[in-house]
């Protein structure tokens, strides 16, 4: 599986945080900068880079060749138009894209990842991802709580969880399916009718 990683870098310890081998590694705008400041090397930077200072658009241009400048009047985002260059991969994991002071980014994002099941948006804190219809096995990894999401009107059934549900009916505007528990390592999940966002999220 090749996977491209788009860095954001907000609410993440890239430090920290492992990369698989051969991966694709994109700066988006001032992620370019903060991925470099913690010794990650990019493939590609691209943005328009108007949250840098003139100090970080230097390194950015000392440390990576493949730099794609967008125009700061478009109708897209940073990361939309990251998108459409690794758009071939199996996998896309966005980093650092959930949290933040412009809420409606993360939004953005969300949408994003609503119409392409190849998207994982993460950070330290939470992990989002796209539940295509089918059964589905999710680990628990070093996570606390499970929330669903239907993007329009799902059935869910849940196993393994603190909840459980039996072909449940869940509609767009319910929140039944926020904030789950594991009972173990791991849960079983199946969904029909139409794709659900799943969230994990750690304890506050």
């Keep these: 599986m090749n996977v491209a990683y788009l860095i954001i870098g907000k609410n993440i310890d890239l430090k920290n945080y492992c990369f ?13 900068y903060i991925a470099l400041s913690n010794n990650i090397d990019l493939d590609i930077a691209i943005g328009d880079f108007d949250s840098c200072s003139k100090e970080e658009i230097n390194l950015i241009e000392s440390k990576v060749k493949n730099i794609v400048r967008l125009n700061s009047i478009k109708d897209d985002t940073d990361t939309e138009a990251a998108l459409n260059l690794v758009s071939s991969y199996d996998k896309i994991i966005i980093l650092g894209g959930i949290q933040g002071k412009r809420i409606e980014h993360f939004l953005a994002n969300i ?38 999401i239907s993007l329009k009107e799902s059935r869910i059934s849940l196993n393994g969880f ?5 072909n449940y009916l869940l509609r767009n505007d319910s929140s039944l399916c926020f904030s789950n528990e594991f009972k173990s390592s791991k849960g079983e999940i199946e969904v029909s009718l139409s794709p659900l966002i799943a969230i994990l999220s750690k304890k506050d």
Aim: charged content about 35%; overall charge negative; hydrophobic content about 35%.
């Design 20 to 32: 698989e081998d051969n991966s694709l590694k994109v700066g988006i705008d001032r992620g370019s």
């Design 111 to 148: 949408i994003l990842l609503s119409k392409n099941p190849k998207i994982v948006i993460e950070d330290d804190y939470s992990k989002i991802f796209f539940l295509d219809v089918g059964k589905h096995v999710v680990e628990k990894e070093n996570y606390t709580f499970i929330s669903f």
């Design 162 to 166: 603190k909840y459980e549900l039996d």
